[in-house]
């Protein structure tokens, strides 16, 4: 339950960091660019960067999606299988008692 939390929060510190796009690079770059003395390459790096962090978002959301999906489906639960084994067990001995 944690987890979904950060990972929810880390998604939306995302999304609002990438809301302006532009700016977002023009920040990394500025960082990236105290460090290279080649603007083009800070430019090339921050791209890299924000397409990195839209991977995770995607991916991050992409498992949201997956885990509200499972828990909301009409997946058989161990103890329905339990039980339909059973059953299918207690037919076969039926059957062959018949025979």
């Known amino acids: 339950m944690m987890g979904d939390m950060l990972k929810n929060l880390l998604a939306m510190g995302i999304t609002f960091g990438l809301s302006d796009r532009e700016a977002f690079v023009d920040k990394v770059s500025g960082v990236i660019q105290n460090y290279k003395d ?3 390459e800070a430019d090339k790096m ?3 960067i ?3 962090l839209e991977e995770l978002k995607d991916n991050i959301r992409l498992q949201t999606s997956i ?3 499972v828990n909301t489906s009409n997946v058989a639960q161990k103890q329905d299988i ?5 059953a299918i067990k207690d037919l076969t001995i039926k059957i062959d008692t018949t025979k």
């Open 67 to 69: 885990k509200q999906s």
């Open 38 to 40: 080649n603007p083009e």
């Open 46 to 48: 921050a791209v890299g």
């Open 50 to 52: 924000v397409n990195y």
């Open 82 to 86: 339990d039980n339909l084994i059973k």
